[in-house]
């Protein structure tokens, strides 16, 4: 029987193995001065790498988290793998003969750790099927391959091959090699049935999916035959070595590639990966039945060394609803990586392998190359929700709009894309610019996910967004809680944020009319009338004004007539504006401050109507309706004339 190893032993193994070289099949390393490597910690997320290692004296440790220790216990920890198995496995891959005290023996085959054991299964089972490939039987999946433009070498070097029809085949196989059926319950290469296991995967083209150091610890597998009752694609269940939601198909591949060019494509099949490894495109993987989640994202960001200093990470979907949402799912995990995050879309729907199958492995390289910021294609996906040639539409556009482009890491982008947002919505520059303030403030300012404050406000931004979704009951006039158009409409009772200067404008000129509704003449009341107020307690207030209507009521009546309008948590509101001093100490500078505010107030209205005017012309086709493409000029020539005149031009 297997006794301790001997102490000279593990230390001989501990020293004669490159901890460098084992590290590497997990983390990607960079020198960090003589003698030092670094990498992103393997244990917990960060974005800077503070994971060292010391090959010369055989060590790790990570300054962000406190993890260390040798190339014996990094194994354990990665693998969860005891000691002993541990010494076990390093020792074979050094060809070191290990010593046991007490007389005992090294393991035999059949002691060998069970995660060896079932890794040496898998490798038997890849071998079985990659001859299958080759038979007679093989032959509709061999012309499915060569259909799709995949020779003998490419599936060789992708390890392709093929599952037999029959129930047994396989299970026969690794019976010959010395598989017991126990151990091979747990490979998930079998189901279980009254006459106990049969071969999973029947009838099928299959894909070795491997691990980081090229282990095969799962398989793909491809439907071929119209009697086939299962699903197109099956996969591996969980086992103990494969978790779908930790494994990358062709990272083993891709690895090297992805390190050298810092850059990571994430497609939506095996095929896919065939496709744009053999186009000349070697970064790429796929997930394995399931969406790219946090934990491919933490592989992800080793290999590419995801530290601030570059990469990219490109996703390639579908061009139909199901692509769109899959692109959109993988927008709520970009604020794991620091590397810029890009979809690529073929406008066909094409994937990587159609498309090199049907025009050649240029066009896989030009959709690669065609990519776009993945908070570009979030922010268009959005737009088409809404009805952008209403006011509440774009309003509604706006609000959704403004977080992605605050989320947005590089500082100097943000401008860049606020200002092609106001174009796409033919909204003014200001008022964009001030919805992705507030979003970023909001951002800035939100508790964290697991207090109870922070699950209030979870629940406040959800109810804000279902407000925003088409359909749903839209608000007249701008609603933010700064001033500003926002991703979710706060209370319209929310006191005003005067340091604003659009909102303290707003809030001037309730004062004015509160305060001298007299001072205004008919063309001020109509032009007051027909203003919006992005505030959405100054809105009430002007919804409230325009029902008490400008009847020539003494001073307090009127102003009552506007208490009793607005919502009584604003009444105390209204009544403040009503008695705030106005900044005249004349009758004539009183006249001359009430104009002013007013003229403000109107200009910035015609700035508004003129965006949108602007905003109708950019959507239209000025060849197939002229008419409404020189009637809206003539309104922006309309709106410039009435803004100089404001201004006294």
């Not at 393997?42 to 040798?70: K, L």
């Not at 009697?227 to 591996?236: C, H, R, V």
């Not at 506007?562 to 009503?578: D, F, H, Y």
């Amino acid at each position: 029987m297997a006794g301790l190893i001997k102490r000279e032993d593990i230390d001989e193994v501990r020293s004669r193995t490159d901890i460098k070289e084992v590290v590497e099949g997990y983390v990607t390393l960079r020198s960090a001065g003589v003698g030092s490597f670094k990498g992103l910690c393997p244990f917990h997320d960060e974005r800077s790498p503070s994971f060292h290692v010391r090959p010369q004296v055989g060590s790790f440790h990570c300054f962000g988290c406190g993890e260390s220790g040798d190339v014996i216990s990094f194994i354990q920890k990665m693998d969860h793998t005891g000691f002993s198995e541990t010494v076990e496995r390093l020792a074979a891959r050094i060809g070191y003969e290990l010593r046991y005290e007490d007389g005992g023996t090294g393991p035999s085959r059949q002691e060998v750790g069970r995660r060896q054991r079932l890794i040496d299964a898998h490798k038997v089972a890849e071998e079985f099927f990659r001859a299958q490939l080759g038979t007679p039987g093989a032959e509709t999946g061999r012309a499915f391959l060569t259909e799709r433009g995949f020779d003998r070498a490419a599936c060789e070097h992708f390890g392709v091959g093929y599952a037999p029809q029959g129930w047994d085949a396989l299970l026969k196989h690794l019976r010959n090699k010395g598989f017991h059926d126990e151990e091979l319950k747990l490979t998930g290469m079998f189901s279980e049935g009254q006459r106990g296991i049969y071969d999973r995967f029947r009838g099928r083209l299959t894909w070795p999916i491997r691990d980081l150091t090229g282990a095969t610890i799962g398989f793909g597998a491809r439907k071929l035959y119209e009697d086939d009752q299962g699903p197109k694609y099956l996969n591996t269940p969980e086992t103990q070595l494969y978790k779908k939601s930790q494994v990358l198909y062709g990272v083993d591949l891709a690895k090297r590639e992805i390190t050298r060019n810092r850059q990571i494509i994430v497609v939506e099949g095996y095929t896919d990966v065939m496709a744009c490894h053999l186009s000349g495109v070697g970064t790429a993987v796929a997930t394995c039945g399931t969406a790219f989640g946090a934990d491919h994202i933490k592989i992800a960001r080793r290999l590419l060394q995801d530290d601030g200093t570059g990469g990219e990470v490109v996703f390639t979907f579908d061009g139909d609803a199901a692509g769109q949402k899959a692109a959109l799912r993988a927008f709520e995990e970009d604020q794991r990586f620091i590397a810029q995050t890009y979809v690529a879309v073929e406008p066909s729907g094409a994937d990587p392998c159609e498309l090199r199958q049907q025009r050649g492995p240029e066009a896989v390289r030009e959709l690669i190359a065609s990519k776009r910021p993945l908070f570009e294609f979030a922010i268009k996906v959005g737009l088409k929700k809404f009805d952008l040639d209403t006011v509440e539409g774009r309003v509604q556009a706006l609000r959704t709009s403004a977080p992605i482009i605050a989320a947005i890491r590089d500082s100097a982008m943000r401008p860049a894309y606020a200002r092609e947002l106001a174009g796409w919505l033919g909204m003014d520059m200001d008022d964009v610019h001030r919805a992705v303030s507030a979003a970023a403030k909001r951002a800035r300012e939100a508790p964290p996910a697991g207090t109870e404050r922070g699950r209030r406000q979870g629940a406040a931004d959800r109810e804000g967004r279902d407000a925003a979704r088409p359909g749903a009951e839209q608000g007249r006039g701008y609603d933010g809680g700064a001033g500003a158009p926002s991703s979710y409409s706060p209370p319209a009772h929310q006191q005003p944020d005067v340091n604003d200067p659009v909102t303290r404008m707003e809030r001037e000129s309730l004062e004015v009319v509160l305060q001298q509704p007299a001072m205004l003449t008919p063309e001020q009341w109509q032009a007051f009338y027909e203003a919006r107020f992005l505030a959405p307690a100054h809105a009430a207030v002007h919804a409230a004004v325009r029902a008490a209507g400008a009847s020539g009521a003494t001073p307090s009546r009127w102003v009552e007539a506007i208490r009793q309008e607005v919502p009584e948590p604003l009444r105390p509101l209204v009544s403040e504006m009503a008695v705030m001093p106005l900044p005249a100490n004349s009758t004539e500078a009183l006249a001359r401050y009430c104009r002013d505010i007013m003229n403000r107030l109107f200009e910035l209205q015609i700035t508004h109507q003129k965006a949108e005017r602007i905003g109708q012309l950019q959507r239209m086709d000025p060849a197939a309706d002229p008419e409404g493409f020189q009637r809206i000029n003539r309104e922006l020539m309309e709106l410039e004339i009435r803004r100089r005149a404001l201004r006294g031009d």
